[in-house]
């Protein structure tokens, strides 16, 4: 596709599950991006991926949340032993260089709900 | 720590009219500043990027301005539509990578 995917859209998952989310960015792009949005806050950065660089990780919340990006492509997001508070809209990014004179693409989000 | 406010929170306004949305920001060393328009259930769209460099950038009805020294950037709609309706979001860049946002404007335009 031509937008940057996330996958699922949707998420309901039991307190202390583990979750996957997944993020397909625009081809090409080396820059990546995951942020957190909460209901009636800002986007909150997590963490930020460029080529085969070590990742800046310094937004993630707890050593429940991991990254990784494979190949330099496709991010997935895992939340371990999920907690209410966790409930959010996991929004992944995408941009061309990372350079941030450039434009950012997001994707539609994961929403999460932990019940 | 850079902090980005939104004023106001919340606006309705009838269709036709031009407004004003206000960003600011604590920290004037930023690379540069975007306007993100964000509806509802879905991911956020670029509208404006302005350098560091520059003081303002426009694209159709939409007008961007950045005075850097004072940390405020406003976000000016001309001729609003109900289609213009959705959450305003800026975000400034301290580095070179790392978007700070603010926590948006939510914009209801009336037909």
């Known amino acids: 596709g031509a937008g940057v995917s996330q996958s699922p859209s949707n998420k309901v998952t039991e307190k202390g599950k583990d979750v996957e989310l997944r993020c397909d960015p625009i081809?090409?792009?080396?820059?990546l991006y995951w942020y957190r949005q909460s209901l009636g806050q800002g986007l909150e950065f997590l963490i930020y991926f460029q080529g085969n660089s070590a990742p800046d990780k310094s937004g993630l919340p707890s050593d429940r949340f991991s990254a990784e990006r494979t190949g330099g492509s496709v991010s997935t997001l895992t939340i371990q032993r999920t907690q209410q508070e966790d409930s959010a809209v996991y929004l992944c990014a995408s941009s061309p260089t990372g350079f941030s004179g450039n434009t950012i693409y997001f994707g539609e989000g994961s929403w999460l709900t932990v019940v | 720590k850079q902090e980005v406010t939104q004023i106001p929170a919340a606006l309705s306004v009838p269709e036709g009219e031009n407004l004003v949305l206000n960003c600011s920001f604590t920290d004037s060393a930023i690379y540069n500043l975007q306007w993100f328009r964000q509806d509802p259930g879905k991911g956020l769209t670029s509208l404006l990027l302005i350098q560091s460099s520059q003081r303002e950038q426009t694209s159709g009805r939409l007008n961007a301005s950045l005075d850097k020294s004072s940390g405020r950037s406003t976000l000016y709609i001309a001729a609003s539509q109900p289609g213009d309706s959705a959450t305003y979001l800026c975000?400034?860049?301290?580095?070179?990578?790392?978007?700070?946002f603010g926590t948006g404007t939510r914009l209801k335009v009336l037909a």
């Open positions: 975000a400034v860049t301290p580095g070179t990578y790392k978007y700070i």
């Open positions: 081809s090409g792009h080396t820059a």
